[in-house]
Each structure stands twice: as structure tokens, then as C-alpha cells.
């Protein structure tokens, strides 16, 4: 007695000829059990190719084996894993890339928003084919085939560092009429759908276990109205495919032979397979008997025809070559000459291309007493392991008021039901405002813009991201992200223009800031940069610049670095002006002194008047002594020149007389006035000839 756990399995491989449903439990990681099997063929040509043309004809026949199976399993039967058929699948191949700004640490949400971006780009590649305008596919699951870090394969990407990630994967597409008819059919027979996977994914996962997957290797599922393919090789699925003939190309070539109806073509067929002759009436009533070796001979051709197009379909999924080896399963695959006509085609040996059953099945273990291990049996069995695998199903799920379906692979987050709904992928990230581009002193430079805020998502009325995952009905809410402020700098906040450069004139050190240009015309600090400015820094004054800026008149006699000088001289960092300004001061003041000196007569005066006059002499020499004259000085205020005049000395508040600061215009709270860095108290500090002053509106 084995213990059965509550909820049991049920898979049904929808043919074209027959349904085909299993139903069981997983016991552990390698041991299914199976505790019911029923195989039916379709009353009528309900379905063609693989594809569901009568929903009512199918769901009766579904109900019927629901029937058959809640009897054998002594429980009802609510929920059914399905499989959709390779015939209508849309298979996209592309490789999507995401460069970073600087070197990144690789999470695992760089590696999602890469996964969704190749899938973005397999959509577009769906709907730039013409062909399909007019229909809506849904994706129904992607898989990586190949990561790059840096444009070199890597297994895995989390945590590693890069300046750039890739992946080349293979995204798959159903048409929306073909889930709406399973989906139909199988509620019709009072089931809900558990989980949907495709058929060529669910043989696989029977037939080529994942320690195979290395190899290079092509399974091939022969029903009866498609012949689904995949290959896989280094570790991964790398092509699905699919050519539109199997088993019942047979079987209407031997109804046109035989002058006989469809069904009793198929049976004819299957005798032919197990019989030496075969019986049968034709449509006149009229008794044939013939030899099953003639019936094989009369579809010979159609073998050859068939196994010839999916030896080209394998070799064109497998990049023009043929494979290492080739798994045949699926009930078409049975007849006879088939596995050998298909390793003649892709010129392999006989035991190169197998008839997969009994093989593939050694970890399915059937309860019920005489069941063959057959071919026809590997995709029911693979729907219920992908029940356990995956659990993947189609969900509903409202997006910004609009119901969304979505093929449910176990790990959908709001990121994915924003793309099926079509909502734009820049509308979910955050985006930067417009970039200003630039050139400094003929070097290119860019100022990237703010960062704007990502989406606004609400999930169900709480505050979500688009990695959080979603359950079928969630009520998503998407307020689409912002741009950000498109990048501003004006001149003076570039750190080189506040850069000063020094020269000596009459021997002292004169400081000048380095004044700006933008496309050749001098600009003042708050001048705003404009896209495609080109902007140059001036090293240098010319002479004339500099006798202006210290309000002197340009004479004759001017040296520069010991040379006579013209107005445009180009005075650099370091270089040395002789203007012969002291010596004028000097002579001047010789001037005044001699104008100024008491006459020598006095000393000679007499008696009676010498000593009153000398004190008188001497009080006016005095006063002349402590009269001193006016002095020019040249001082730096906020890092410009400024020249002061008219003055013996000179405290802080004469700054404002020379220097156009408007104390009106308050920028801050307090005031804060510096003199070679030392914070001052007020306007009555002393200012000399050289200092710098800083004045500066401060917020407390």
C-alpha cells in the first residue's frame, strides 16, 4: 500500500488524435508515482493540427475522462495541468545589454531589469511582423541561454563587478486565441487550469534530464497533427521549433489508399504497427484484408517527407549543423521506419536517433498493475513535473483599470504586468533631465541632469516596487516616474575661474583673477552655460587690460620682463612690469617738502624775535611733518583687483567707495567681513596696501 498525499496531479495532453491524462503525486525528487492513466481518441476531427476547432466536441471528450479518472482515483478531480502545442508558439531570439555609468556591483535587480529588457526587445521583434497586427501574443516564458559581464560569458552575474552586463536569451509567444480555447475547453469540463506549460518543455523534462542538457542533443515530440522540437546544448534550452505534419499525414494517406474514412484510416495504422494483415470495410462496404507490410510501404513516402522536414527544422535550430543525438517520443513517433529515416537524414548512426520510452521513464512508477511504459505517455507525465517545477499558469491582475492576463511562471512581479499591458519601460525607471554638453578650454565635458523620482506603485493600496511579486486579482496602481532637472551651471561655479594668477608691477605682487570667454566674448561669473558652449580661460592681461584695471594712463618708458612693452603685450603669471610708479611718488614728494621747509633766514633772526620765531618754525615744520599725503593701494576684494586712492589711509568702510558691493541686497542673515581670513568685527578695521577682503551674506 502506498500513501496517497491529498492533492494529486492531473495532467492531460491534448492531442489532435487522443487525450491523454495521468494523474499522480511526486514522491520525492526523482520518484513520480502514477495512480491513474485514460487514453481517448476524439469522437470527431475536433481538433486539427494542434489546434482546438470545436471547444464543445473537446470539453465533452475532457469531461468524459475526467469521468474515467475520479473513478479510477475514488476522488474528484478539480484542477488539471495543461500544455499548449509548438504549432501557433512564436519563438524570439535577442540579446539585450546594460551599460553602466561607472563600475557597478551586479545585484539582482540589475539582472531582473536585463531579463525584462530582452524580453521588451522580443516583444518589439513580435510586433514589427506585419503578419501579426491583428494578433495578440502573450509571452509565455523566456530562458537565458548565455550571460556576458564585461562582453565575456559568465554563469552568474550577482555580486560580480562590471561596466557592462548582457544576455542572450529565447523569449516564447502563444497567440491569445490559443490559451482562450484551452482555457475554454477545460472549464467547460468543469476544471480549472492549474498550470500551463508547453509541450515540448514538458517532454523535455521527462526525456532529457538536466544532466543531459550539456549535450547537444534534439528531442522530437510526434503527435499527430505537429511534430514539436528542442535542442539543447552547454547546460541550456537553445531553440524550440515545430514543422505542421505528424502521425495524421499518415493515416489520410492510407484513407485516400483504401477508399476509407478517417477512423478507420487511423485503426488501419495502428493494426499495421502490432498485426501481420490487416481487415477492414471500405466506404462501399466492400471486405479488404492486406498485408501490413503494404499498408508501410503506402506511407513510406510520407515518412520520408516528414522525417526529412524536421531533419532540416532540427538542423536550421541547431545553426545549419546536426545534432549529437536525437529523442523521438510522442505516438506518431511509433511507426515503423521513422527513427531510421531520421538519422538517415541527418546522416547519424541508427542508435543515434531512439524511440524514447521505457528508457526515459525509470523514475515513474506506476500503481496500477500492466501498464506499458510508452512513448505516448512522456508529455502527460512531463505536464504534471512541470506542475511541480514551475506551477505555471495564466493570472489576471488589474493594471491602472485594465484586466491583464499573464502566464503565471511562479516569479511574475509588477514589472511584468506593466509590459503586458504595454506600459512604456522609461516610464517605470527614473529618468534624467537633458545632459549639457561643453567645451573647456577645448576639453569636452558633460553635466548629467538630476535624477527624476521613479514610479509611484501601489499594490492592492499599499506602496510596492516593481520587483514586488503579484498574485492572481492584485489591483496595481502606476503613476509613471518623472523626469529630472536638466543639468544648469553657470561660470562662476566651474573651480577654474576661481583660480588667480600673480605678476609683479613697480615691485609688488598684483593678484588678478583669470577672466572667462564663451565663443569668444568675455563673460562675468553669472553668465549660464548654454548646450554647446565653448568656453576658454585667459591666463594672461595685456598691458593695456592691466593699466586699466589699476586706472594708470599707458606712457612711454613701460617695461615688461625688462623689454619695452606695447599696449597688447601679453603679461602671464610670474612676469615683471616696470611702470617707474615710485619713482614719480618720490619726486613729487621731494616736491612738496622743499615747498613746504622753513627759510634757513629765521636762524638769523635777532634777539628779540629769534626764539619766538623759532618756536614759531618749529611749530609750523610740525605740522607740516604730521601732515602726510594721499597714498594709492592696491588690495583684492571677493578676488577682484581693486585700486583705493585719495587717501593717507584706509579702513573697511572706504572699501565700499571703490568696490560695488550693495549692502542693500541682503543674501543671508548676517554680513561676515574677512581680511586676509581673519573674521573682522565691523567697517573700522584697517585696510593696507595688499590685503584681501572678503565680504560674504551668511544664514545663521
Known amino acids: 500500500m502506498v500513501k496517497r498525499p491529498e492533492h494529486l496531479v492531473f495532467g492531460l495532453d491534448i492531442g489532435t488524435r487522443n487525450l491523454v491524462g495521468t494523474v499522480g503525486f511526486r514522491e520525492n525528487e526523482h520518484l513520480f508515482r502514477v495512480v491513474a492513466i485514460s487514453v481517448k481518441e476524439h469522437e470527431t476531427r475536433a481538433m486539427l493540427d494542434g489546434q482546438i476547432h470545436d471547444i464543445a466536441k473537446v470539453a465533452e471528450s475532457i469531461g468524459k475522462m475526467k469521468k474515467d479518472l475520479e473513478e479510477q482515483v475514488g476522488s474528484p478531480l478539480e484542477s488539471v495541468c495543461i500544455a499548449a ?15 553602466f555609468t561607472e563600475e557597478t556591483h551586479v545585484k ?10 530582452g524580453v521588451e526587445q522580443a516583444y518589439e521583434k513580435i510586433r514589427e511582423n506585419k503578419s501579426n497586427e491583428k494578433i495578440n501574443y502573450y509571452c509565455v516564458g523566456y530562458s537565458v541561454v548565455h550571460y556576458y559581464l ?49 509541450e515540448p518543455i514538458a517532454a523535455m523534462e521527462v526525456a532529457i534530464p538536466e544532466k543531459y542538457r550539456l549535450l547537444n542533443i534534439a528531442l522530437v515530440d510526434v503527435g499527430a497533427g505537429t511534430s514539436d522540437i528542442c535542442i539543447t546544448k552547454d547546460g541550456s534550452v ?19 489508399k483504401y477508399l476509407v474514412e478517417f477512423n478507420v484510416a487511423e485503426k488501419i495504422k495502428q493494426d499495421a504497427m502490432k498485426k501481420k494483415t490487416v481487415s477492414f470495410k471500405d466506404i462501399m462496404g466492400l471486405k479488404q484484408k492486406v498485408a501490413s507490410s503494404e499498408i508501410l510501404e503506402t506511407v513510406d513516402s510520407v515518412i520520408k517527407m516528414i522525417a526529412g522536414e524536421v531533419s532540416d527544422k532540427i538542423k536550421e535550430l541547431n545553426g545549419g549543423k546536426s545534432v549529437s543525438a536525437v529523442f523521438v517520443v ?62 505555471n499558469n495564466f493570472i489576471f491582475v488589474n493594471v491602472n483599470g485594465e484586466r491583464v492576463k499573464l502566464y503565471d511562471n511562479n516569479k511574475l512581479t509588477v514589472v511584468d504586468a506593466a509590459m503586458q499591458m504595454g506600459f512604456p519601460n522609461e516610464d517605470l525607471f527614473p529618468k534624467r533631465g537633458a545632459s549639457l554638453h561643453y567645451k573647456f578650454n577645448g576639453e569636452t565635458r558633460v553635466l548629467r541632469g538630476e535624477s527624476g523620482e521613479a514610479a509611484v506603485i501601489k499594490k492592492n493600496g499599499k506602496n510596492a516596487s516593481i520587483s514586488s511579486p503579484i498574485e492572481k486579482n492584485d489591483q496595481i496602481e502606476i503613476i509613471k516616474s518623472t ?13 577654474e575661474t576661481h583660480e588667480n594668477f600673480s605678476f609683479t608691477f613697480d ?31 585667459t591666463d594672461y592681461y595685456t598691458l593695456e587690460q592691466v593699466l586699466s584695471f589699476m586706472d594708470l594712463p599707458y606712457k612711454t618708458g613701460i617695461e615688461v620682463n625688462h623689454l619695452p612693452a606695447p599696449k597688447d603685450e601679453k603679461i602671464y603669471a610670474n612676469f615683471t612690469v616696470y ?36 618756536d614759531e618754525a618749529k611749530e609750523s615744520a610740525a605740522k607740516t611733518k604730521s601732515k602726510e599725503k594721499p597714498a594709492d593701494i592696491f588690495i583684492t576684494v571677493n578676488g577682484d583687483a581693486v585700486k583705493m586712492s585719495g587717501k593717507s589711509s584706509y579702513i573697511l568702510v572706504d572699501v565700499l567707495d571703490f568696490y560695488p558691493f550693495d549692502m542693500s541686497k541682503m543674501g543671508g542673515d548676517e554680513l561676515e567681513i574677512r581680511v586676509n581670513d581673519i573674521k573682522q568685527s565691523g567697517f573700522t578695521a584697517g585696510v593696507k596696501d595688499g590685503d584681501k577682503v572678503t565680504l560674504t551674506w551668511i544664514n545663521r
Open 483 to 495: 523626469a529630472g532637472n536638466p543639468a544648469e551651471a553657470t561660470i562662476g561655479m566651474l573651480p
Open 150 to 198: 564585461n562582453d565575456y560569458p559568465m554563469t552568474k552575474l550577482e555580486d560580480h563587478k562590471a561596466n557592462n552586463i548582457g544576455a542572450e536569451l529565447i523569449a516564447t509567444f502563444l497567440p491569445e486565441e490559443v490559451i482562450d480555447g484551452l482555457y475554454s475547453s477545460v472549464e467547460s469540463a468543469g476544471l480549472q487550469v492549474e498550470n500551463l506549460t508547453l
Open 507 to 537: 615691485g609688488k605682487t598684483v593678484e588678478c583673477p583669470k577672466f572667462p570667454m564663451v565663443n569668444g566674448e568675455t563673460v562675468t561669473d553669472a553668465y549660464k552655460i548654454k548646450d554647446g558652449d565653448e568656453i576658454t580661460l
Open 330 to 391: 510522442g505516438g506518431g513517433g511509433k511507426i515503423k521506419g521513422f527513427t531510421e529515416q531520421l538519422a538517415e537524414s541527418l546522416g547519424l548512426a541508427k542508435e543515434r536517433v531512439a524511440l524514447r520510452g521505457e528508457e526515459v521513464l525509470n523514475e515513474v512508477e506506476f500503481l496500477q498493475e500492466g501498464v506499458k511504459k510508452d512513448p505516448l505517455l512522456v508529455t502527460p507525465i512531463g505536464i504534471c513535473y512541470s506542475y511541480y517545477e514551475a506551477r
Open 85 to 99: 502545442a509548438g504549432r501557433v508558439l512564436k519563438t524570439v531570439n535577442v540579446t539585450a545589454r546594460v551599460e
Open 579 to 614: 611702470y617707474d610708479l615710485s619713482l614719480d611718488k618720490e619726486r613729487k614728494a621731494a616736491d612738496e617738502n622743499a615747498d613746504e621747509t622753513p627759510d634757513e633766514s629765521i636762524e638769523d633772526a635777532g634777539s628779540e624775535n629769534s626764539e619766538s620765531g623759532a
Open 108 to 117: 539582482n535587480e540589475h539582472i531582473h531589469a536585463l531579463d525584462m529588457l
Open 238 to 256: 537553445i531553440a524550440y521549433g515545430m514543422i505542421p505534419h505528424a502521425g495524421d499525414e499518415l493515416t489520410e494517406e492510407l484513407a485516400r
